[in-house]
């Protein structure tokens, strides 16, 4: 499949208008467009499909409209900011929270909700950790809500501030906008914004309407229509839209080429200031992702760099820190910063390389001959002279493929190539004729 992208007057579902598909074969689009769903990779997720030649009778455009409807929270964003304004005035006793409908309950409805699972007595400082309270959406395609573990938080954090950002447009990032507005309460000379734009609508019973856009970053959809457009907007845009960096951490199974184009038009929303010198400008930006997909990143932002620095997450069995060999997090920071301005943790085993102007890993060794700190992985990466690169040290050269590969392949797939362009050299995911496309 290769995605062609947001296409005007698109149907919509739950999640907003869909995105237009087109199979491809060898490199040659093959067969008839379509649209899907721009949120969810599974057809059990939501399955809606559409052919971009198809006529739809009026019959099903009403009943898809409904469904639509009927698919949407029950309350608005409005009432559940009123809500929660009567449930802090409740007494601790009578502060319940729904674990099955993943509410939180005014007395008068916990007669409806008798038979669910709640939680008692829920505290402010519960109230200000959200993320916490919520059980996290894990599909890894849609919602993948692994959330950043304390130490990832903090510093993040800290590289923030120390970088002078004043206000952060956090892009599914629930858990760094949390700890952005709990410092901000508590701590008065703390004085960073955040702005959470995210698919989960449950934090909108936690946060007003100038502190959550309910958000979907595939199409760049805003829920609340033109005024949640003009709150992120009046957000990137203040102080002549200067000391604002967007930070954002999409689900790792989410279409890379749909992200890069919702993340431009923010960029291009942050570039309308009237402060002369944004055209060739880029909004400030860490794109948080594994470091696997480097290329197709760099596919779409030539101009940033993938630091070393190793994101770890709370609620993930794999992206742990501190581990060893391949158990280590793949995932790192993608930033259009210098990379010289972003300080790593010393203590962590990060070093500053005068020849490459960075922070990196312990285990990563200056390459005399490729003249950089190769490897990706936080493992000594070793050169290989007849590839003229340096790979990861599992990797032995085959004469056969010609390339430095895991000792135990099959030679026979090597002829193969690219399924998309039939070229070899890359994986179907790493295409460069999908992100022309």
């Keep these: 499949l290769a995605l062609l992208g947001p296409a005007p007057g698109a149907p919509c579902c739950p999640h907003g208008p869909a995105l237009l598909f087109v199979k491809t074969s060898q490199g040659t689009e093959e067969g008839r467009r379509f649209y899907a769903c721009s949120a969810c990779r599974d057809r059990k997720d939501c399955n809606f499909f559409q052919w971009e030649d198809e006529k739809v009778s009026e019959a099903r455009l009403a009943a898809r409209e409904e469904y639509n409807r009927s698919h949407q929270p029950f309350f608005t964003h409005r009432q559940n900011m009123d809500r929660y304004k009567n449930f802090v005035l409740l007494p601790l006793s009578k502060r319940r929270f729904c674990q099955e409908c993943q509410q939180l309950l005014l007395p008068a409805e916990w ?3 008798s038979d669910h699972q709640f939680l008692c007595d829920i505290t402010t400082a519960q109230l200000k950790s959200p993320s916490q309270l919520l059980y996290p959406l894990e599909n890894k395609k849609t919602n993948a809500q692994y959330l950043f573990a304390d130490r990832s938080c903090q510093f993040l954090l800290n590289l923030l501030t120390g ?5 952060v447009l956090s892009v599914g990032t629930p858990r760094l906008h949390e700890m952005i507005q709990s410092k901000a309460s508590q701590e008065e000379e703390f004085n960073v914004r955040s702005l959470l734009l995210d698919i989960d609508f449950r934090y909108s019973q936690f946060y007003t309407e100038d502190e959550f856009c309910h958000y979907n970053m595939f199409n760049h959809h805003f829920f609340g229509g033109e005024a949640a457009r003009e709150t992120c907007r009046k957000f990137l845009c203040e102080e002549n839209g200067e000391r604002v960096i967007m930070v954002t951490d999409p689900p790792f199974g989410g279409l890379v080429e749909a992200l890069a184009s919702s993340f431009k038009k923010l960029m291009a929303m942050w570039r309308e200031t009237e402060k002369e010198g944004h055209d060739n400008r880029e909004m400030p930006m860490f794109w948080i992702f ?26 993930h069995a794999l992206y742990k820190h501190g581990k060893t060999g391949r158990r280590q997090s793949p995932v790192r920071i993608f930033t259009n910063l210098a990379p010289s301005m972003i300080v790593l943790p010393e203590e962590e085993g990060y070093r500053f390389c005068t020849v490459c102007q960075r922070y990196v890993s312990s285990g990563n060794q ?8 190769t490897s990706k992985d936080g493992r000594r990466w070793k050169h290989c002279v007849l590839c003229k690169k340096c790979v990861k040290p599992s990797w032995f050269h085959c004469d056969n493929c010609k390339s430095c ?14 399924f998309v362009c039939g070229k070899a050299g890359h994986k179907r995911s790493a295409c460069p004729s999908l992100s022309r496309s």
Aim: with cysteine; net charge negative; glycine share 4%.
């Design 290 to 315: 594994p470091y696997f997909f480097e290329s197709r990143i760099l596919d779409f932002f030539p101009s940033f760099s993938m630091m070393d620095y190793q994101v770890d997450y709370d609620n």
């Design 405 to 418: 590969t895991l000792q135990k392949h099959s030679c026979e797939k090597s002829d193969s190539g690219c």
């Design 111 to 113: 007669k409806k909700h």
């Design 366 to 373: 200056h390459c005399e001959i490729c003249n950089s700190c």
């Design 163 to 167: 970088l002078g950002f004043r206000r």
